[in-house]
């Protein structure tokens, strides 16, 4: 895959960051990357009981909507279900 490897990383980070505080103590945060097709898909799922409906989009700091540009910035996306949040982006030949 091709991408700023800058913003990127920031972006994962961030979603790790927050994964790891929203996580009750001795929680579970699990990172998983995998390609299908012409996808690189970049999964991080923690325990933190549920992002509330709607909030996810609108942001609940400042860190995922930072996070959500800096993916975009890359031609992917971020992608937010309950506690899981799946960065996609395009895969190179």
Request: charged content about 25%; overall charge neutral; glycine content about 12%.
């Amino acid at each position: 895959m091709e991408g700023d490897r800058q913003i990127l990383a920031a972006a994962l980070a961030t979603i790790l960051q927050n994964a790891v505080k929203f996580t009750r103590a001795r929680g579970r945060v699990a990172l998983d990357a995998y390609a299908v097709a012409d996808r690189v898909l970049i999964g991080v799922e923690d325990e933190c009981g549920g992002v509330p409906e709607g909030k996810a989009e609108k942001g609940l700091g400042l860190g995922l909507p930072i996070s959500r540009r800096g993916v975009e910035a890359n031609v992917g996306q971020l992608a937010t279900s309950g506690c899981t949040f799946i960065i996609d982006l395009p895969r190179t030949a």
